[in-house]
């Protein structure tokens, strides 16, 4: 079926601006036309009790999102009309809509009805996240990422992102191992833990959303991080949650979980080799800058990649953090590499977390380690830095 293109508007304004509207996607290009936005989103929300439209913006590389009373949400939605998309894709209560511009012009629309098991009240849905938009949270505010009746700043939003992807990805490992019920406070130790946003969001949800008891240590060699992580803490009236600055072996902790978040180069393997040490149950480590390995790894076979600066740089990211998993795994961890948060919010999106729990010093994972440097031709600082206990296991000797 095809339509005009004043009859594509008319319908989309109907199904956005009208009652039981869901979500909207809009994306691709039309000939002829650029468009601003590489994609944008809309869905409705409930601010100060008022319903609004929310338009989330993608150009590509960040995320732009601004809130726009449903009165005159109208405007708003004619300008992302006027860019020119050749996909559209409309939910609503009780149909699904799609829309699609040809190269010549011609608009084809598609209409599904749908029964949804559970139909969400328009304009006052509030995303199945750990801490939601649209609610007043003073945590958020204080660390500058929501205003005080919960809007994201725009400039925000990946934090935010960021931040309730990683607290879903705590919940999962605290069931995973058994955390939730301890009989006593959680010891969480962030390492690297920068300007503490997670630090600060983990304790706040642990505490006060889940009712989970938890102590926080946060540890940073940046003494202007660390004071202004004190400085917020000290705002928010937070007990059980502290900062020092200095290297992460110096904490006096023995702490149930370990985060390393973003903890340059070799600190991310301190970070580990500190959980280890320690017998955390969980770790929870978002790699970054893999500097160590870059300039080591060596494999002949491998060469029509290496020569190449950027392709040599991701293999040695990919081989670091391959030596990291099957080094917890070695050392007693069930271990698995996930995507921690889509690439459009942060670059560095690949999580190693492990559960304390499995075969220490198992043979088949010892020969694949061992096999895994003869191929590198080199040896990874995690090694050096859990230190002659993991060196005996592996029957390596030296490691640099």
């Not at 590389?61 to 601004?66: E, S």
């Not at 004190?230 to 702490?255: H, K, M, S, Y």
């Not at 955390?280 to 790894?297: E, G, M, S």
């Not at 740089?313 to 953090?321: H, W």
Request: glycine share 8%; aromatic share 6%; hydrophobic share 45%.
């Amino acid at each position: 079926m095809t339509f005009t293109s004043e009859s594509l508007r008319e319908l989309v304004r109907e199904t956005v601006l009208g009652s039981g509207f869901l979500r909207g996607t809009f994306g691709g290009a039309i000939r002829g036309i650029a468009a601003p936005w590489v994609r944008v989103a809309i869905r409705p929300l409930m601010l100060r009790g008022e319903p609004h439209l929310q338009f989330s913006q993608f150009d590509g590389r960040k995320d732009f999102a601004r809130n726009v009373p449903i009165a005159s949400a109208g405007l708003a939605l004619d300008e992302v009309l006027a860019s020119g998309y050749s996909g559209i894709h409309l939910e609503s209560e009780s149909e699904d809509i799609d829309l699609r511009t040809s190269k010549k012009g011609k608009v084809f629309v598609g209409r599904k009805p749908v029964r949804r098991e559970a139909a969400a009240e328009p304009h006052n849905r509030v995303k199945d996240v750990p801490l939601p938009e649209g609610r007043a949270d003073r945590v958020l505010e204080v660390m500058g990422i929501a205003a005080a009746d919960g809007r994201v700043k725009p400039t925000m939003r990946a934090k935010f992102t960021q931040i309730n992807e990683f607290l879903k990805h705590l919940v999962h490992m605290l069931d995973d191992a058994g955390l939730k019920s301890l009989g006593r406070p959680l010891e969480i130790l962030d390492c690297g833990c920068g300007s503490s946003y997670l630090t600060l969001a983990a304790h706040h949800y642990l505490n006060d959303v889940l009712a989970i008891p938890a102590m926080l240590i946060g540890v940073d060699v940046n003494e202007d991080l660390i004071r202004k992580s004190v400085q917020r803490a000290e705002r928010l009236g937070a007990a059980d949650l502290n900062f020092t600055c200095g290297p992460i072996g110096t904490v006096a902790a023995q702490p149930d979980i370990v985060f390393a978040l973003h903890a340059c180069d070799t600190a991310t393997d301190d970070a580990l080799a500190r959980a280890v040490a320690s017998e955390a149950k969980v770790i929870l480590a978002v790699p970054c800058c893999h500097h160590h390995l870059n300039d080591r790894i060596a494999a002949d076979v491998l060469r029509p990649i290496l020569r190449h600066g950027i392709l040599h740089q991701r293999a040695a990211d990919l081989a670091t953090d391959a030596f990291r998993a099957l080094a917890l795994r070695i050392a007693g961890y069930r271990t698995e590499v996930v995507e921690f948060t889509s690439p459009e919010h942060t670059a560095r999106n690949l999580m190693i977390r492990a559960v304390r729990g499995a075969p220490v010093g198992e043979a088949a994972f010892v020969r694949e380690y061992q096999d895994m440097k003869q191929f590198w031709n080199a040896t990874p600082h995690i090694e050096a830095a859990l230190g002659a206990p993991f060196q005996r296991i592996t029957g390596e000797h030296g490691s640099e």
